[in-house]
C-alpha cells in the first residue's frame, strides 16, 4: 500500500517558530492506539522483560528479494579474483576450468595478475558502495524505494545477459575483457541503487514501532520493544543477505571444474526470480512515497549549525544554537522543528560510529584479493582456492539464528545489557583476532612453501591444509553480526523518516572507503610482504577499538527511536528539553518561552 505524508491543520500557535515545527513535526498520519497498544508505565519499562513484535509477512517477503540479489552479487563476485588473476590452465576445457588431474591448480581466464585483479574487485566493491549515495537520494526525493528496487534489478539484469563474454570461444581470442568490464560496471550500478533501499523498506514493514505491553499465553506480561524488534528483523535479514551468499559456494565450484560462463549464468538464473517477487507483493508492501524536504532541513539545520558554531564541530553548543525555540528568541523563524534538529544531530553522531567501519572491513577477509592468493598457495586437495572465504556466509547463517532465538533471550532474561556500543566493540575485538591469524596462517605458508616467500607465484604448493583459513573466516562472518547489524539498526533508527535510505546509502559507504585503503594498499598485496597485508590492519583496529569504545560508549545508554509526540509540548510555543531517563526513554521539560 501507498503510505502518503500529508500536512494537517492545528489551529492557532503562540507564534511562527511554533507554527513551524508543527508543520514539520505532523508528517505522519499514524494515529495511536492505547487500547490495543497500552503504553508500559515507568515501572514496566524497567521490571518486564523485552520481547520482539511479530514480524510481518511482508518483511519475510522481503527478505527472499534480498536473498535473491545476494545470490547473484556474491555469486558474479566470487569468481572475479580468479577470472582475473590467473590464465587459462594448461589441460582445461578452455571455459577456464582445470585439467582434472591437477587438483591443486585453480581456474583461470584474463591472466591479469594479482595486482590488477585485487584493484579491479577492490574497485568493484567501491562502486557497489558508493552508488547506493545516489540510490537513496534517488529513492528518498523522487521515486520512492520500492520504485529504486526495481530499477537496480532491472538495470543488474542486463548486466548478467553479458554473461557470453565468458564464453570458451571468446576467451580462447583473448576478447574476454569488454564484455567483462561492461557487465562489471553495470552489476555494480543495478545493486548500488538495490542495497541502499531495500533494508528500510524491509523495517517499514513493521508499523508500530512503539513501546507496548501484553500478556503472553503463560500469563506472563512483557514488554514488546521497537529495539528489540528492529534487531530481530535485521538480523533475519542479514542471516538471508547470507543465505544468498553462500550460493557462492556452489559457484566456485563450477568456476573450477565447468567453466566461467556457467559459474556466471548460475547466479543470473536466481537472479531472474527478482522481478516475479517483486510484482507479486507489490500490492501488498507498504511503500512510502518520497518527501524531499527532511533530506533539504537536514542539510540546512547542518550548515547553520556549523555557521553559527564558526565550523567547530565540537562545540558543546552546536545544534543548540539552531534549535527553532532559541533562534526565536533572536526573532528569526525557521520551517524546522526539535525534532528535525535532535533528528539531525542524531544522524551525525551515527556516522560518527560508521566511519570506524573501513578499518573493521580491512580485517574481515583481508585487504583485496589476498585470502583467494593464500589459499592457493595452500594443499587443497581439490578444493577450490577461493572457497574458504566463501564460508563467511555459512557461519553467520548458523550463528544469527543462534543469536536471535537463543543467546540475545538468554541475556534478556539474565538482565545483562549488551548495548549498541558494546555489540560493535566486541565485532572489532573478533576481527582484530581473525587479521592476527591471517598473519599468522600466511607466515606458516612462506616458512613451509617449496618457494619461501614467492609463494604466490610457485608452482607447486605449501603442505599447510586451505582448511586452516576457517578461523580466519569464522570470526570475520561472526563480527559482522555484530558490526553490520548494529549499523544497520543505528542508521534507520536515528534517521529522519524520509532519509533512511540516505542514512544506510552513508553506511554502505564505509565499505566503500574500505575499497579505497584497500587500493592504496595494493602495492604491498605481492611477495614477500604478505604477511603484513594481514598484520598492519589487526594493528591499526586494535588502536581503533580502543578509542571507539572510549569515545562513543555513552550511545549505550541513548534513546534508540524518536517520535512526534516526545516533542509535541512546542504546540503550546514552550520549549522542550530533552533528556534522557535511567532507561533510555526520552523525556520533556516544558519551560515557558
Given amino acids: 500500500m501507498d503510505v502518503e505524508k500529508g500536512h494537517h491543520a492545528h489551529g492557532s500557535v503562540k507564534d511562527?517558530?511554533?507554527k513551524s515545527q508543527i508543520e514539520s513535526l505532523d508528517t505522519s498520519s499514524e494515529a495511536l492506539d492505547l487500547e490495543l497498544y497500552p503504553p508500559p508505565t515507568e515501572e514496566e519499562r524497567k521490571t518486564l522483560r523485552k520481547v520482539y513484535d511479530t514480524v510481518p509477512w511482508t518483511a519475510w517477503t522481503l527478505c527472499f528479494v534480498e536473498l535473491a540479489e545476494r545470490a547473484s552479487y556474491y555469486g558474479v563476485k566470487a569468481v572475479f579474483n580468479n577470472y582475473l588473476q590467473f590464465p587459462l590452465p594448461e589441460g582445461g576445457n578452455g571455459a577456464g576450468a582445470i585439467d582434472p588431474s591437477k587438483p591443486n591448480s585453480h581456474a583461470g581466464a584474463l591472466g591479469l595478475g594479482i595486482q590488477a585483479a585485487s584493484a579491479?574487485?577492490?574497485?568493484?566493491?567501491f562502486l557497489a558502495y558508493v552508488i547506493p549515495i545516489f540510490g537513496a537520494w534517488w529513492a528518498d526525493t523522487k521515486i520512492g524505494r520500492y520504485a529504486a528496487i526495481v530499477y537496480g534489478v532491472l538495470i543488474g539484469g542486463v548486466?548478467?545477459?553479458?554473461?557470453?563474454?565468458?564464453?570458451?570461444?571468446?576467451?580462447?581470442?583473448?576478447?574476454?575483457?569488454a564484455p567483462f568490464l561492461i557487465s562489471f560496471f553495470l552489476l555494480a550500478i543495478g545493486a548500488g541503487i538495490f542495497k541502499p533501499n531495500v533494508a528500510p523498506t524491509l523495517i517499514d514493514q513493521y508499523q508500530y514501532q512503539r513501546e507496548?505491553?501484553?500478556?503472553?499465553?503463560?500469563?506472563?506480561?512483557?514488554l514488546v520493544d521497537p529495539e528489540t524488534t528492529i534487531s530481530h528483523i535485521l538480523l533475519i535479514f542479514y542471516a538471508f543477505v547470507n543465505i544468498g551468499a553462500f550460493f557462492s559456494i556452489a559457484v566456485v565450484y563450477i568456476e573450477k571444474y565447468r567453466g566461467f560462463w556457467l559459474a556466471f549464468l548460475a547466479p543470473g538464473i536466481i537472479y531472474f526470480l527478482l522481478p516475479v517477487l517483486l510484482a507479486a507483493m507489490y500490492k501488498r508492501t507498504i511503500r512510502k512515497r518520497p518527501i524531499g524536504s527532511d533530506l533539504t532541513r537536514f542539510a540546512k539545520i547542518t550548515i547553520m549549525a556549523l555557521k553559527k558554531s564558526k565550523g567547530n564541530v565540537f562545540s558543546k553548543k552546536l545544534w543548540e544554537n539552531?534549535?527553532?525555540t532559541i533562534l526565536a528568541e533572536h526573532g528569526k523563524t525557521v520551517n524546522w522543528s526539535e525534532k528535525d534538529v535532535s533528528d539531525t544531530q542524531r544522524t551525525w553522531e551515527a556516522v560518527q560510529i560508521f566511519l570506524y567501519i573501513p578499518v573493521w572491513n580491512l580485517n574481515d577477509g583481508g585487504v583485496g584479493s589476498v585470502q583467494s592468493n593464500q589459499g592457493a598457495a595452500m594443499t587443497s586437495?581439490?578444493?577450490?582456492?577461493?572457497?574458504?572465504?566463501?564460508?563467511?556466509?555459512?557461519?553467520?547463517?548458523?550463528?544469527s539464528p543462534?543469536?536471535?532465538?537463543?543467546?540475545?533471550?538468554f541475556l534478556r532474561r539474565r538482565g545483562i545489557k549488551f548495548g549498541r556500543i558494546d555489540r560493535m566493540t566486541f565485532g572489532?575485538?573478533?576481527?582484530?583476532?581473525?587479521?592476527?591469524?591471517?598473519?599468522?596462517?600466511?607466515?606458516?605458508?612462506?616458512?613451509?612453501?617449496?618457494?619461501?616467500?614467492?609463494?604466490?607465484?610457485?608452482?607447486?604448493?605449501?603442505?599447510?591444509?586451505?582448511?586452516?583459513?576457517?578461523?580466519?573466516?569464522?570470526?570475520?562472518?561472526?563480527?559482522?553480526?555484530f558490526v553490520n547489524v548494529t549499523a544497520y539498526e543505528l542508521a534507520y533508527a536515528r534517521a529522519p523518516e524520509h532519509m533512511r535510505a540516505t542514512v544506510i546509502a552513508l553506511f554502505l559507504f564505509m565499505t566503500a572507503l574500505s575499497s579505497a585503503l584497500g587500493e592504496i594498499l595494493v602495492p604491498a598485496i605481492n611477495d614477500p610482504t604478505l604477511v603484513w597485508a594481514w598484520a598492519a590492519p589487526a594493528i591499526a583496529l586494535f588502536v581503533q577499538t580502543i578509542i571507539f569504545w572510549w569515545r562513543h560508549r555513552h550511545v549505550n545508554d541513548d534513546v534508540f527511536m524518536t517520535h512526534k509526540e516526545d516533542f509535541e509540548s512546542i504546540n503550546s510555543g514552550d520549549k522542550v528539553e530533552e533528556k534522557k531517563s535511567e532507561d533510555g526513554k526520552v523525556e520533556e521539560k516544558a519551560r515557558g518561552g
Fill in 16 to 18: 511562527e517558530a511554533a
Fill in 120 to 125: 579491479l574487485t577492490l574497485l568493484f566493491t
Fill in 159 to 177: 548486466a548478467h545477459v553479458l554473461v557470453g563474454g565468458a564464453a570458451p570461444a571468446v576467451l580462447a581470442v583473448g576478447k574476454g575483457v
Fill in 212 to 222: 507496548y505491553t501484553k500478556v503472553l499465553k503463560s500469563g506472563e506480561k512483557v
Fill in 322 to 324: 539552531v534549535r527553532p
Fill in 381 to 399: 586437495n581439490g578444493a577450490p582456492n577461493d572457497l574458504l572465504n566463501n564460508f563467511n556466509p555459512l557461519t553467520i547463517i548458523v550463528v
Fill in 402 to 409: 543462534l543469536m536471535a532465538e537463543v543467546v540475545y533471550p
Fill in 428 to 481: 572489532f575485538i573478533l576481527a582484530t583476532i581473525s587479521g592476527v591469524i591471517g598473519a599468522i596462517v600466511q607466515y606458516r605458508v612462506y616458512e613451509t612453501s617449496p618457494c619461501g616467500y614467492q609463494a604466490s607465484t610457485c608452482d607447486d604448493v605449501s603442505p599447510i591444509s586451505i582448511w586452516w583459513q576457517i578461523p580466519n573466516v569464522a570470526l570475520g562472518a561472526i563480527s559482522e553480526i
